[in-house]
T-cell receptor
């Protein structure tokens, strides 16, 4: 069964601290893995997209890693800011232009001053 | 480039009533998706259109949900009659057809539906 599992379910950190979110998947066939940020009351916005051959990709203070062998990914946030408070969703895609996206349940991050 | 537009942003109805949501995708995007996102969960695909044809509606509760994209541009999603468990955010997304191996989807702000 195609599944994407994320941990932790929620996380509270202090402003300026780093954190790492985890994603495990059992999706086949695999095309790419992406991390989305979803602010409260908004639609998800793409942070990073990685294909099978990419191990790491950065977008500012966000760095995603992918281990296709173990089917694990992580999203590391450096020097957190209050604006990082949001849900972070791991999504795995099947191949093709109309490839299906399989969503994780998300990790809710709260950054406190 | 304008993003995906959705309306209304919020809707409150009583169970057994009907409701409709509207989505206007990014100009030129051939593929349009409707997702249901229940609080605390990731989005679940309801239906995917390629131009004005349905690609995937396997998770659409067809006894009460319907969607159309008559001219291959904007789309409407309807629920009739609504149930309490339909309370969720309904997200619309679009992506371009071909030339993008990532098939990146761009999401609208969503419509938050509350069924009382």
């Amino acid at each position: 069964k195609n599944q994407v599992e994320q941990s932790p379910q929620s996380l509270i950190i202090l402003e300026g601290k780093n954190c790492t979110l985890q994603c495990n998947y059992t999706v086949s066939p695999f095309s790419n893995l992406r991390w989305y940020k979803q602010d409260t009351g908004r639609g998800p916005v793409s942070l990073t997209i990685m294909t099978f051959s990419e191990n790491t990709k950065s977008n500012g203070r966000y760095t995603a890693t992918l281990d296709a062998d173990t089917k694990q990914s992580s999203l590391h946030i450096t020097a957190s800011q209050l604006s990082d408070s949001a849900s972070y969703i791991c999504v795995v895609s099947n191949p093709g232009n109309t490839g299906k996206l399989i969503f994780g349940q998300g990790t809710t991050l709260q950054v406190k001053p | 480039e304008a993003g995906v537009a959705q309306s209304p942003r919020y809707k409150i109805i009583e169970k057994r009533q009907s409701v409709a949501f509207w989505c206007n995708p990014i100009s030129g995007h051939a593929t349009l998706y409707w997702y249901q996102q229940i609080l605390g969960q990731g989005p679940k695909l309801l239906i995917q259109f390629q131009n004005n044809g349905v690609v995937d509606d396997s998770q659409l509760p067809k006894d009460r949900f319907s969607a159309e994209r008559l001219k291959g541009v904007d789309s409407t999603l309807k629920i009739q009659p609504a149930k309490l468990e339909d309370s969720a955010v309904y997200l619309c997304a679009s992506s371009s057809h071909g030339g993008n191996i990532y098939n990146e989807q761009f999401f609208g702000p969503g419509t938050r539906l509350t069924v009382l």
